[in-house]
């Protein structure tokens, strides 16, 4: 990963970044555009030979000026390439048709971030969700993820599970070395690791902690799959600190959930699972640390996610530097037993004791 010490530009390449970025909107519509009208099927069945425009009017449906002005920004963005006078589809544009992260990330971009990122200026100005109207009248976007309009529903989704699913074999492993017979899911959402857990071993018995709405969610799946007899529901919101959590259970697990809620708060959520605990259980957090990664693209997918936390979930969270992420663990009265980076796409596996 880049250690981000040195500025990597000439004064013209900056100047020239510059203009990508006052642009980039444009870009990404562009590119959005030219793999849902089918235009980047059509080239990328033509192979290294391409096709003019006219030749990809007719097989996608779109006009001949439709066609031009989208490649030639195309051109532009490196997306296609030119072999006079047809059109040939370059790696990116390869990558934009096939690879399933680009999808998910452009999809949430699209259909979740997009309008709302016009309000960042007033999310960091006020430390509110300040884009979440442009969804609908919630405090937070997690009251409202059962209601969300359908698109934008389904991209969040598929965002969040093509990232935590990947993990999912490994971690069983990981969290069933202690053969733990009672685990408690908090922030389980869908109920996606609760149902993996009593499909990887029979005789466990799962506990989903969630808001309301997202275990209603969760228990429907639950009766849809036949396991609603091992995985229960209690319901409550985790930020109310008035609210007791149950106990008795062997294991804790919160996947992707810290990083939904500020410093302050994660402090409180883990000072109260400590207080709820007993001295054996182990407590499990999954999380993205932007500062674990080791590619670029990674960092800046996370980075640029954090702005979606601002801007639309809840205006105050975002995904943590370890570093920053650890002195809140420590300072709530647990010390790594063991951690794990590099899991699936990057997924850090933090294994707690209490101190």
């Known amino acids: 990963m880049t250690d981000y010490t040195n500025d990597p530009f000439t004064a013209l390449e900056a100047k020239t970044e510059a203009q990508k970025l006052a642009f980039s909107p444009i870009i990404f519509h562009t590119a959005r555009t030219l793999r849902d009208l089918g235009i980047l099927a059509v080239l990328d069945k033509a192979e290294s030979e391409g096709l003019n425009a006219v030749q990809i009017s007719e ?50 971009t699209a259909d979740v971030c997009y309008a709302a990122m016009m309000h960042l200026t007033e999310a960091i100005e006020e430390g509110t969700p300040a884009g979440l109207k442009e969804l609908g009248d919630w405090p937070t976007i997690y009251e409202g993820l059962s209601r969300l309009p359908e698109k934008a529903k389904e991209s969040w989704f598929n965002f969040d599970h093509f990232y935590s699913d990947r993990s999912f074999p490994v971690l069983l492993e990981k969290v069933f070395e202690h053969k733990p017979k009672s685990i408690f899911d908090i922030g389980g959402n869908t109920g996606k ?35 609603a007899d091992r995985i229960k529901g209690h319901p409550t919101n985790m930020l109310d600190k008035t609210l007791e959590l149950p106990t008795g259970a062997d294991a804790w697990w919160m996947s992707q959930f810290l990083d939904c809620f500020s410093p302050m708060e994660i402090l409180s959520i883990l000072q109260r699972v400590r207080k709820a605990m007993h001295s054996n259980a182990r407590v499990y957090i999954l999380e993205l640390f932007w500062d674990a990664q080791r590619y670029d693209a990674a960092t800046l997918s996370l980075n640029a996610t954090s702005l979606y936390f601002t801007c639309l979930a809840n205006g105050n969270s975002r995904f943590y530097r370890s570093e920053d992420f ?7 009265g647990f010390e790594v037993a063991k951690r794990t980076d590099d899991i699936g796409l990057g997924h850090t596996l933090l294994e707690l004791k209490t101190a």
């Open 59 to 108: 097989k996608s449906g779109v006009s001949e000026y439709g066609v031009k002005v989208l490649l030639d920004m195309a051109l532009s963005a490196h997306i296609v390439t030119w072999n006079s006078p047809n059109y040939v589809i370059a790696k990116l544009g390869y990558f934009l048709l096939h690879d399933g992260m680009t999808r998910a990330n452009l999809d949430f």
């Open 193 to 227: 690791w609760s149902l993996q857990c009593v499909n990887y071993d029979k005789d466990v018995e799962m506990t989903i902690i969630d808001l309301p709405q997202q275990i209603e969610m969760a228990m429907k799946n639950a009766k849809e799959q036949g396991v």
């Open 326 to 332: 650890l002195e809140i663990v420590e300072a709530a």
